[in-house]
């Protein structure tokens, strides 16, 4: 049997997983889905995740292709979090996400 990471680029299911393992990852890009936004802004919209949670978070989407990193040569130093084209891809699935997690809480309202 093979492992994630055996599979990881061959299996559609696996590669999707292991790029979106990260507790945030879903979280962080619903939000570069709607703008292009500061690593402060992103931080005040996800109160609950440490900077050093978000820092590792930016990195690995950004190692994975899902976002780009701007930095802007000012002082003071200016960086921008955008989707790839790759993630600006993904929100098609974020749009899924969103219509199957409403559904799941009135479901979950209901019982």
């Known amino acids: 049997m093979l492992t994630l990471e055996e599979l990881f ?3 559609p299911y696996a590669t999707a997983q292991k790029i979106l393992s990260g507790k945030w990852a879903l979280m962080i890009l ?22 050093a949670t978000l820092t590792k978070q930016l990195r690995t989407l950004e190692e ?9 040569a000012q002082v003071p130093p200016k960086v921008e ?24 809480i009135t479901f979950y309202n209901t019982k």
């Open 30 to 51: 619903q939000h570069l889905s709607e703008n292009k936004l500061r690593f402060n802004e992103l931080q005040r919209l996800l109160p609950d995740m440490t900077q």
């Open 81 to 104: 979090y955008e989707l790839s084209d790759i993630g600006k891809d993904f929100t098609e699935v974020l749009n899924s996400l969103k219509i199957w997690g409403d559904k799941y």
């Open 64 to 72: 994975y292709g899902m976002v780009t990193r701007t930095v802007y």
């Open 9 to 11: 680029g061959k299996c």
